[in-house]
């Protein structure tokens, strides 16, 4: 079982409110990406990150941000959250290339409200 | 431009019996690596195998198998003696040396007892 971990994993905020979903894996990989996915749908990739310090912006665009200060951590803050951010978040890291099959974690569900 | 196509939005199956996904792709690279993920309902998703697109034989994993058609670009996953815990998002994904990972829109997938 991948060691990608998640927290928290249900979390229901009001608007307005800053938010930031932690996330963090122990299997030094360099590569993280954070998805969107709504309940049954397809996943929408929106960060990624391949080592420290770099970050950039997936094919959805979002309001979040992200940092990589550490190779173990991929944390993803909303400054205001607004109703239209409820949707379940997802973290995942890869290992090298040319195999580079992702490991997920188990999930955040946000609703705001 | 690479893409992953899931042409079955829902598929059913009855317990004990076998089913096939559909998954399609386009790439312009020689060597990349295919995946069937699975992402139970409110659980974590799962690799459930993997294909290298150097190696023609097939891979299998217990019930699940792929038939990999390398000129045609499709992938398909065939789930034998289906089981209740089968029941599942399951996406299709394309990872390659030069781009991270590509995943398919997905195909729910229903256990009748």
């Known amino acids: 079982e991948a060691d990608i971990y998640q927290t928290p994993r249900y979390l229901v905020i009001g608007t307005g409110k800053k938010i930031t979903l932690e996330c963090s894996q122990t299997?030094?990989?360099?590569?993280m990406y954070w998805y969107q996915q709504d309940p049954g749908m397809e996943l929408h990739l929106i960060h990624y990150?391949?080592?420290?310090?770099?970050?950039e912006k997936g094919d959805l665009s979002s309001e979040s941000t992200v940092s990589r200060i550490r190779t173990e951590h991929f944390p993803l803050t909303l400054e205001s959250a607004r109703p239209s951010h409820t949707s379940q978040y997802l973290c995942?890291?890869?290992?090298?290339?040319?195999?580079?099959?992702?490991?997920f974690g188990p999930g955040t569900r946000l609703t705001v409200t | 431009a690479q893409t992953v196509t899931q042409s079955q939005p829902e598929m059913s199956v009855q317990e004990a019996e076998t089913v096939t996904l559909s998954c399609t792709y386009d790439?312009?690279?020689?060597?990349?690596?295919l995946f069937w993920y699975k992402q139970p309902p409110s659980r974590q998703m799962i690799l459930v195998i993997r294909?290298?697109?150097?190696?023609?034989q097939n891979a299998t994993e217990n019930r699940f198998s792929v038939n990999f058609q390398k000129a045609a670009k499709s992938f398909s996953l065939k789930i034998s003696d289906s089981q209740l815990g089968d029941a599942a998002m399951y996406f299709c994904?394309?990872?390659?040396?030069?781009?991270?990972?590509?995943f398919g829109a997905g195909t729910r997938l229903t256990v009748k007892p």
């Open positions: 299997m030094g990989h360099d590569k």
């Open positions: 790439t312009s690279e020689s060597d990349y690596y």
């Open positions: 990150s391949y080592g420290v310090n770099s970050t």
């Open positions: 294909q290298e697109a150097y190696k023609q």
């Open positions: 994904a394309l990872s390659r040396i030069s781009n991270d990972m590509r």
């Open positions: 995942a890291s890869s290992g090298e290339a040319p195999v580079g099959e992702q490991y």
